[in-house]
């Protein structure tokens, strides 16, 4: 008889989904890095620069950070990382990017300092030419493969 009161009781209570606020608090640094690194994107194909592509990477790594907790994700992959990165990127400027440039982006930003000091080994020319991170990743690439 319990249990029927409560499936009367379940049937008058209307379903409604539960919703979570959404706070997003920001430091003010990592508020800044995100508008240069959204600037810089928006003004790289004027002109490429490391400078640039570092500032974009630094960006989207804050983006990758966030979309990672807030997805309950341990690594950059999966449906709920996706959308949440998917809209992360929107929401802050980078939306046209190509995913794959994402990528390579995020693995310049994190491996700064080998890349730069790589580059720095390079003459002048030919370090000008390799202003693309996907450049950048498949030379670097190559010269460990020779190197290793």
Not at 58 to 65: D, F, M
């Amino acid at each position: 008889m319990a249990l029927n009161a409560y499936s009367r009781l379940s049937e008058e209570v209307e379903s409604k989904p539960v919703t979570l606020p959404t706070y997003i608090v920001r430091e003010p640094d990592v508020e800044r890095t995100i508008k240069d690194g959204a600037k810089a994107w928006a003004g790289i194909q004027k002109s490429e620069s490391l400078d640039k592509w570092l500032a974009i990477g630094r960006a989207l790594g804050i983006g990758r950070s966030y979309s990672l907790r807030v997805s309950g994700s341990n690594r950059p992959a999966g449906a709920q990382y996706t959308r949440s990165f998917s809209r992360w990127t929107k929401d802050n400027g980078f939306g046209s990017m190509p995913s794959g440039l994402r990528s390579c982006v995020i693995e310049l930003a994190i491996n700064q300092q080998p890349v730069v000091s790589w580059l720095n080994t390079l003459p002048e020319r030919k370090r000008q030419s390799l202003h693309d991170p996907r450049t950048n990743r498949a030379s670097l690439a190559s010269r460990d493969q020779t190197t290793g």
